[in-house]
């Protein structure tokens, strides 16, 4: 069996390479009744990948792609249910995988009363966590000045969900998935709104509708910093039990670059905010998405990241993916990405945070990132 410290490290790899799948094997898996593609190639957080699981049950969301000279890692033949991956650089067997498969309700006889496919409303992520962009554009995109790294306004153009969506809808959505095993908490994100308050009343008013109708349902919110700071309290009361507020990229120079209409926020308003989102959601109840692979010093990251841990904040660190389609992004060196999560998880570990007590969310699914499996580990 695959003890815990390999598959931290494999799944790290995993993370900043990806798979190469043979188109032409599609058809072959799909005659064994396997259902695999190369992912969604829109959407917030990282895109094109699917959903597995190693021996010992690490998750992982790995990115599929349909050209080999993007990863070293290839998908293959599929033994007593989990796939087998070749090193071919080192022509050695990297690992073997379960897929987890996606959940019936994307069958497009799953529709909302209001005839609207499940799928376009909310989708799993990992094994058990529902997710959902809840307002599809972003005020950076209408601007010109769209992280390089987000795909939100792709899913919109290409048709794959709706623009906004409503309690009604998300909670019929809940209640088939979880009917299926395959939400046990979930995750709400959505682009900025142009108005003062960002978005929050749009998530307050849905957060309400949701836990009218599931009350224990671990709910995750994702918002920027705000000016006025009630509306994390207000989002509190209305039903959220954990929150992500973002920072994305620690270089203020990088920032610029990559996140340019972001950048324009102060890192003392996002400090502000998350000691204040800490007051209220409580101790290891705050997150912030922190990307890596855009040339940064790894210890220049790991001072920065520190900064972060030392607040109470949760960093949930992930190498930064290529959005398919679009200009390929940097790829992270695996080797020096494990060595900034045993640091990072080392941090938490002396500042007593503890991301595997999250309540909701990216950080309890844990695909993304291996933030917790090396906190697991070190």
Not at 24 to 53: C, M, T, V, W
Not at 181 to 197: A, P, V, Y
Not at 299 to 318: H, N
Request: net charge positive.
């Amino acid at each position: 069996m695959l003890d815990d410290y390999t598959s931290f490290v494999k799944k790290t790899e995993i993370l900043c390479k990806g798979l190469y799948l043979d188109d032409k094997l599609i058809d072959h898996y799909k005659n064994q009744g396997i259902e695999i593609s190369f992912g969604r190639k829109g959407g917030a957080g990282p895109l094109g990948g699917r959903y597995f699981l190693f021996e010992n049950r690490t998750l992982v969301n790995a990115a599929l792609w349909n050209d080999p000279q993007k990863s070293n890692l290839v998908l293959g033949e599929n033994r007593d249910s989990y796939f087998e991956v070749y090193d071919v650089r080192n022509k050695i067997k990297h690992s073997k995988l379960k897929l987890i498969h996606n959940p019936r309700y994307y069958n497009s006889d799953y529709t909302t009363s209001d005839g609207i496919p499940m799928k376009k409303i909310a989708l799993v992520h990992g094994v058990d966590c529902l997710s959902s962009t809840i307002y599809q554009k972003c005020v950076y995109w209408a601007c010109g000045e769209a992280c390089k790294f987000c795909g939100i306004e792709l899913s919109l153009k290409s048709n794959a969900t709706i623009e906004e969506k409503n309690a009604q809808q998300m909670s019929e959505v809940i209640a088939v998935a979880k009917k299926e095993g395959r939400c046990n908490h979930m995750t709400l994100t959505s682009g900025t709104d142009e108005n003062i308050d960002k978005g929050a009343n749009r998530y307050i008013e849905l957060l309400k509708g949701i836990k009218k109708n599931y009350p224990n349902l671990p709910l995750h919110v994702q918002i920027e910093p705000l000016e006025d700071l009630s509306y994390i309290s207000e989002l509190k009361e209305a039903g959220a039990d954990t929150i992500g507020i973002h920072l994305e990229v620690l270089n203020q120079n990088i920032r610029d670059r990559i996140t340019p209409g972001k950048s324009r926020i102060s890192y003392g308003s996002y400090e502000k905010n998350w000691k204040h989102a800490l007051e209220i959601f409580g101790k290891n109840q705050v997150s912030s998405y922190i990307l890596t692979g855009f040339g940064e010093s790894s210890d220049d990251f790991i001072l920065d990241t520190e900064k972060i841990i030392s607040l109470g904040v949760i960093p949930f660190i992930t190498p930064v993916r290529s959005i398919p389609g679009i200009k390929d992004l940097p790829k992270t060196n695996h080797n020096i990405m494990v060595e900034i999560y045993k640091k990072a998880a080392k941090l938490m570990k002396e500042y007593g945070v503890n991301p595997l007590k999250s309540k909701a969310g990216c950080v309890r699914c844990g695909g993304c990132s291996a933030i917790s499996d090396a906190y697991k580990n070190v």
